[in-house]
């Protein structure tokens, strides 16, 4: 498979105007709570120019100091809420092999088949739960962007990488509405929203199934929207020494953008591939699998062995929204090649700004 990649060595240079800004200290401000015009009052003073930024400093250059008792409070809720994607499953094997009473399996049927089934709409306060504070701090989580994003404007903002599992991305729908007056709607998997305690967690703070019509259906009710483009193919990349992306046959963004008007906002997450190590065969037969489901089966292990994420740094980055036209009927398939090779030209642009500032100055980032 052919493949687009970007320049190693030194980093390119972020554009003048572009800042960057502690996600902690903007959240424990408040700037989530408040009217635009003071956020903007709060966000300019807190955030920073990149073009004066050290290298490493938007990323393995300031992890943050935490208290045992702010750690013990992240570690907990990633452990127990989000690593119950991990720890669940193996939960349930282990009671299969152990318990032989008709009543336990019964009740334990009952049970995780109502938590599956059961409807979870999304809550405000979720979404702006003091419990980011803690979980921004683990992951020293700062966002950049290149262009101010129009509060009241729409946008589809996508975020590769995937990952082993895109909590970076998630991280960004609690970080938005500080850093760009905004909220929007995360896409994911089926699979992800009939886990229970994991099923929660997203339906809270409203992430959607990722389908093409369930994405229009929020666009037309004004929402933004936010998709990791990957999806589970893109976890068997996560070993590579580069950065590798599965973007090049993967347009349907692109196609509802054109459909709906809407602009595209090339970002990226990096450290989304480091918060979880993993496992998986070269042959392939993981991948076969996990395709078969929809869903990754491969060993993932993160601190001290268990389902807890690594304390990686994130840095969200977001270029200039690409405007695209909206198409009088159907896209053409031109029409999306040129959106398409567009966005992907400022992808590898934006990861090549940044990637020094991270850490990463001889990584590169490869398009399949």
Known sequence: MSKVQSAGGE??????????VNMTELFAIGAH????????????????????AKPGELGFGQIEHMTVWEEIVAATFLLFVVGSMLWLPIAVVIFAIFVRSAVAWATMTVVFVALSLHPVSRVHSMVHSPLNYFIFKYFSMKMASDYPIDSKGQYIFVAPPHGVLPFGNLLTVHAMKSCGGMEFRGLTTDVALRLPIFRH??????????????????????????????????????????????????KGFVKLALQTGTPLVPSYIFGNTKLLSAWYDDAGALQGISRYFKFGILLLW?????????????LGVMAKPIVVPRAEGEPTQDMIDTIHAQFCDSLIALFDDYKGLYGWPDKKLLIK
Do not use: C, Q
Not at 302 to 314: A, D, K, T
């Open 11 to 20: 980093a390119a240079k972020a554009p003048s105007d572009a800042r960057y």
């Open 33 to 52: 709570n408040m009217k635009d015009e003071d956020r903007l009052t709060v966000l300019k003073r807190l955030s920073k120019p990149v073009a004066e």
């Open 201 to 250: 967690y997203l339906g809270l703070v409203g992430t959607i199934p990722a389908s093409r019509h369930v994405a229009r259906k929020y666009l037309d009710k004004g929402w933004s929207l936010g998709i990791s483009s990957g999806g589970v193919a893109e976890i068997f990349e996560v070993n590579n020494n580069d950065e590798v992306i599965l973007m090049k046959e993967r």
């Open 302 to 314: 993160g601190r001290f062995g268990l389902p807890l994420m690594h304390r990686h740094p994130v």
